[in-house]
């Protein structure tokens, strides 16, 4: 699929805030109220039913990655996030991925699961061929409660059951609803369907039902994400590494994070950085992704990368990503965060297995980022400038004196609050 819009904007992060708008207008179908819903966010008025005890809102920046090229369409990418260097990361790997014809990305249907654990089972394996007997009648049983849900194609996909050994109290039996939640992440619908088929669980296993709550770990929905980068985009000339050594040194570092559970948590950390300011961006449950995706990382038994990078035949550089994905396009703060409807509406999505894709993309760009800044120049050198750049606004900068102030620092290598305080007020006495 092709579209006439290239989020390929040159130069884009050395615009205006306010011509950085003016691109995103021209981009967008729908682009009214832009101004107004960016300036004002989320009011008080609808904070206030949203949780309890409200006091107020907490504001964080909203930027926007280019380059995004996935399965042939275009994105530019909101993300919402306080730490710097995330989006120009993303938008640089996105750029170098671009140059081997984009992500190309998959997903799974959005099948989510609910849990419910049953005890004092007196007969185990009679209760789970009970279950098995039951399999369509529990799964009608789901559909009927269900909303629109069904409606739209989704609903109740299978029973299944697990023994787990418990020394404690008796082994526990669990069942598992596979639900299918289309555009929902589908927390609540999974919550009503287990509960409501609760009471029947425990009139067919003769046992005891505890818990009855969606599994954060969901698995079977999951999102990916591939993309190759010609080994020719990696050189650096200025740090005499060509592009086949950053490939060889990029695979180094992918297989050190698939060893090892302390850099792989690191790796993973930076791969979060972009799902993370993207979910939050769209008015998803970040916990929520955050949880499935470690899970998930560890499921082998020792926790490892979430990303791949090889080498191929060619001797360019290709990565893969894969994890869960419980996004919605509907529900939650989705359609009630005025923002988040304004992120949606500059991805341009509606439905939530694209969005996952689309996140899976950011996820393994990120990646890229930040695996090729180590294994080459470190990340520091970029970092620095960056911090420098709070140092300057935490010292009270103004905004005319703060690249003078980060350029001081990084001239004089000391990059620190006190310096930039000093420098802050020298410059206050000679402006
Ligand atoms: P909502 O219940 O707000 O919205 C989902 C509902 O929207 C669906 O059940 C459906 O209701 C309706 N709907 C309308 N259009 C569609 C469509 N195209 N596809 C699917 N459903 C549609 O939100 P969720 O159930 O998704 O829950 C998300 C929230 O739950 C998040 O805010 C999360 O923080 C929270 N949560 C998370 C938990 C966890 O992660 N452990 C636990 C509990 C809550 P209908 O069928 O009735 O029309």
Redesign the pocket.
């Known amino acids: 699929m092709t579209t006439d819009k290239n989020s390929q904007i040159s130069k884009f992060y050395k615009r205006s805030l306010k011509e950085r708008r003016e691109i995103l207008k021209s981009w967008m179908n729908d682009p009214a109220e832009l101004d107004q819903t960016l300036d004002q966010g989320l009011t008080t008025a609808q904070a206030d039913p949203m949780i309890e005890n409200v006091i107020g809102i907490y504001s964080l920046p909203f930027g926007i990655a280019t380059n995004f090229l996935i399965n042939g369409k275009d994105y530019l990418i909101p993300m919402v996030i306080e730490e710097p260097s995330v989006v120009a990361a993303a938008s640089n790997a996105a750029k170098l991925i671009r140059a081997g014809g984009g992500f190309t990305t998959r997903s799974d249907e959005p099948i989510m699961i609910g849990q419910i654990q049953i005890l004092d089972v007196p007969d185990i394996n009679k209760a789970i061929e009970r279950i098995k007997t039951a399999e369509k009648q529990l799964m009608a049983m789901v559909d009927a409660i269900?909303?629109?849900?069904v409606k739209?194609g989704?609903g109740a996909r299978g029973i299944e059951t697990r023994v787990i050994p418990n020394t404690l109290n008796g082994d526990l039996l669990i069942v598992h609803l596979l639900y299918d939640?289309?555009?929902?992440?589908?927390?609540?619908?999974i919550?009503t369907a287990v509960e409501h088929i609760a009471p029947e669980i425990e009139t067919l296993t003769s046992g005891r039902v505890n818990l009855k709550?969606?599994s954060?770990l969901s698995d079977r929905r999951k999102a990916y994400a591939e993309g190759i980068v010609p080994a020719g985009e990696l050189a650096q000339e200025k740090e005499n590494l060509t592009g086949v050594q950053v490939v060889d040194s990029i695979v180094e570092a992918s297989v050190f994070a698939e060893c090892d559970p302390y850099r792989a948590t690191t790796h993973n950390k930076g791969i979060m950085n972009g799902i993370d300011a993207v979910v939050m961006a769209t008015g998803n449950?970040w916990?929520?992704i955050e949880a499935g995706a470690h899970a998930y990382a560890a499921r082998h038994g020792h926790y490892t990368s979430l990303t791949q990078w090889r080498k191929t035949e060619n001797g360019d550089l290709q990565g893969r990503i894969e994890l869960p994905m419980a996004i919605?396009t509907?529900?939650?703060?989705t359609r009630v965060h005025p923002t988040a409807q304004l992120a949606m509406k500059i991805l341009g999505i509606d439905a939530a297995r694209e969005l996952s894709e689309v996140i899976a993309a950011v996820g393994l760009a990120q990646n890229l980022a930040a695996i090729r800044a180590l294994a080459t120049t470190g990340i520091q050198h970029g970092h620095m400038r960056m911090h420098a750049r709070q140092l300057a606004i935490a010292a009270g900068a103004s905004p005319e004196m703060i690249g003078r102030v980060v350029e001081a620092m990084i001239k004089a290598n000391n990059i620190r609050l006190e310096y930039a305080k000093t420098l802050v007020a020298q410059g206050e006495q000679s402006g």
């Open positions: 269900a909303g629109s849900i739209r989704g939640t289309r555009d929902a992440m589908g927390a609540n619908a919550n709550i969606l954060n449950d916990r929520a919605g509907v529900g939650g703060a």
